[in-house]
């Protein structure tokens, strides 16, 4: 794992960590933002609350999920789709707030994607006890497009796996302020989030958030 200090224009600075040739983490890059973020979230799902969708096999998630931008991620006992209506209000997503399209695109720059124009953007929430099994991200349309991934509140333990499922996964805490980015060779891989421990974030409470912006169509 390489680890280097970066500046950015705002005067902020953040570590990166080398996960794997198209995996990093952006230590800290959405720090500053995170109040302002926050302020957007609140928007957001005011008009389309957090909900436990149902898995295809008739399961309730544990982790609440709502989205913004063009198409929403939305996993219901017919499987799991992107939708440019929310199922619970019939009406649009909400849009993608300028800023998050600021940060996701200045995320994979960083990292490396210099054309990601996200579409997507899935809220998770994440109360203790909520957890996410191993999965990969295939809904997308075109997959050569990275995933970026912001953490907010308190911290998780993310586990980064293979291209198999068998495979050994690391494991990685990822705490408030985090940003993930991932894609090319690393796109397929398996991953998933261990059941959240008690905790009380002085923003977030007993709460973790994390936003995965997607190019879906
Ligand atoms: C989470 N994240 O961190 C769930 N997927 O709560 C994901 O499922 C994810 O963080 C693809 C890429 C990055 C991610
Ligand atoms: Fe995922």
């Known amino acids: 794992m390489s680890l280097d200090l970066l500046a ?21 890059f959405a720090t500053a933002s995170a109040t302002a973020v926050l302020a957007e979230i609140r928007e957001i799902i005011a008009r389309a609350p957090f909900r436990h969708m149902q898995t295809p096999g008739g399961f309730r998630m544990s982790v609440a999920m709502s989205n913004c931008g063009d198409f929403g991620w939305v996993s219901d006992t017919s499987g799991y789709r992107y939708g440019a209506v929310d199922p619970a ?35 998770n929430r994440y109360q203790p006890g909520a957890k996410m099994a191993l999965h990969q991200d295939k809904d997308e349309a075109d997959l050569s ?13 993310f ?26 060779p690393d796109r397929l891989r398996y ?11 002085p923003l977030l409470g007993a709460c973790r958030l994390n936003l995965t912006f997607r190019q879906a169509r």
């Open 89 to 123: 209000s019939g009406l649009p997503w909400p849009a993608l707030p300028t800023l998050f399209l600021q940060l996701a695109t200045d995320a994979a720059a960083e990292a490396g994607f210099a054309h990601f124009t996200p579409d997507a953007c899935l809220i």
């Open 8 to 28: 950015t224009a705002g005067g902020t600075s953040h570590w990166r960590e080398q996960l794997a040739p198209g995996a990093v983490v952006l230590r800290g």
């Open 191 to 201: 991953h998933g989030v261990l059941a959240l421990a008690d905790g009380t974030h």
């Open 145 to 157: 497009q990275p995933i970026v991934s912001l953490s907010l509140g308190l911290p998780a333990i």
């Open 159 to 184: 586990q980064f796996g293979g291209l198999r499922r068998a495979e050994r996964a690391s494991r990685i805490t990822l705490t408030h302020g985090d940003v993930v980015v991932w894609g090319g």
